[in-house]
């Protein structure tokens, strides 16, 4: 079941002011505002109150676009009103919340559910009687008075309503340019941060790729000394043929051959890999491991992962050196 966020403070503390009825205040109409993002729920708000009455209550309501609710005192009587237009989307979810504010505010004479704010001058709660004299009317036939007075409120709902509906046109417009201004904050901060992303991540292979460089000429001054030994050994995990496990194994690089042991005391290699004409690649994304790196010999890949970040420029600057790059 659909349910609404009536949180909002100002509701009860309005709802009991109007009960009160020492402060003037005589109605308040609530709105269920737009679902803004992040958001799990509506959220009832107070979209207006005051002290002028029913006719006051009335105008407040505009032209009866979306659904809106309201409590009003009148004649010592409290009434709390419905207010859901024909052309509503949703009207049963209108109808839905309707019932969690009348839980909320249940201390009340009489609902009344009306489709338009005009549907407020059949109701009981309107005054029937319109004084059709004066002081300052008196000679005035009261048929006339009444066509006179007919008119007058004609031609004020009228004017009214026109303003009812530019002032929802100006709060509808700006709420929407809120939202934009908002969404296009969000997209160049979004914008931003992936230029600082990739700029890092540029910075950062530039500063890898010369720290391999660097081992690599180290790696070359100690094969022109000793062209028989090793020019890198290291612990590194292996990724099983059936890639389910991880295997310790003791690295040993010579020239263009990488050798698997068992440990550092096994003088028997696992496995040796034939460095020449191979492809080495960063593989740390397509296994969600850092420092994951795979050899490729031929139609052979040999899937390997460093402990550390310097071990893993290590190894992959010591391969490279021998395997041509993809």
Excluded at 18 to 41: E, F
Excluded at 48 to 58: D, K, P, R, V, Y
Excluded at 92 to 116: C, P, V, W
Excluded at 282 to 294: H, I, K, R, V
């Amino acid at each position: 079941m659909a349910t609404l966020d009536t949180n909002d403070p100002k509701i009860l503390q309005t709802y009991e002011t109007i009960r009160a009825g020492d402060s003037g205040t005589d109605w308040m109409i609530l709105s269920v505002l737009p679902k803004l993002p992040g958001q799990n729920l509506q959220v009832l708000s107070v979209l207006a109150s005051g002290a002028g009455g029913i006719q006051e209550f009335q105008k407040e309501f505009g032209q009866g676009e979306v659904p809106l609710y309201g409590y009003v005192k009148h004649e010592n009587k409290f009434y709390l009103v419905e207010c859901v237009p024909e052309q509503t989307t949703n009207r049963a979810l209108a109808f839905t919340y309707g019932k969690q504010i009348n839980a909320l505010l249940k201390e009340h004479d009489s609902e009344i559910s009306i489709t338009s704010p005009s549907d407020l001058l059949e109701t009981p709660l309107t005054p029937t009687r319109v004084p059709l004299h004066s002081s300052s009317s008196s000679n005035i036939l009261p048929g006339k008075a009444l066509n006179q007075s007919t008119s007058s409120l004609s031609s004020d709902k009228g004017e009214d309503a026109q303003e009812e509906v530019a002032r929802r046109v100006r709060e509808h417009t700006a709420w929407k340019e809120q939202l934009k201004e908002e969404a296009a904050r969000k997209v160049k901060a979004a914008a931003e941060e992936r230029v600082k992303e990739q700029q890092w991540l540029k910075e950062k292979t530039a500063k890898e790729r010369s720290i391999k460089e660097s081992y690599k000429a180290q790696y070359q001054t100690m094969e022109d000394k000793n062209r028989k030994g090793a020019i890198l050994s290291n612990w590194l995990d292996q990724l099983t043929s059936d890639n389910r496990y991880w295997r310790k194994r003791w690295m040993v690089i010579h020239h263009t051959h990488l050798h698997l042991y068992k440990d550092q005391n096994s003088t028997k290699p696992i496995q040796i890999i034939d460095l020449r004409n191979s492809a080495v690649t960063d593989s740390g994304q397509e296994w969600y491991l850092p420092n994951t790196f795979t050899v490729r010999e031929g139609s052979a890949e040999h899937v390997l992962r460093a402990e550390g970040r310097e071990d893993f420029l290590r190894a992959v600057a010591a391969v490279e050196r021998a395997a041509s790059k993809l």
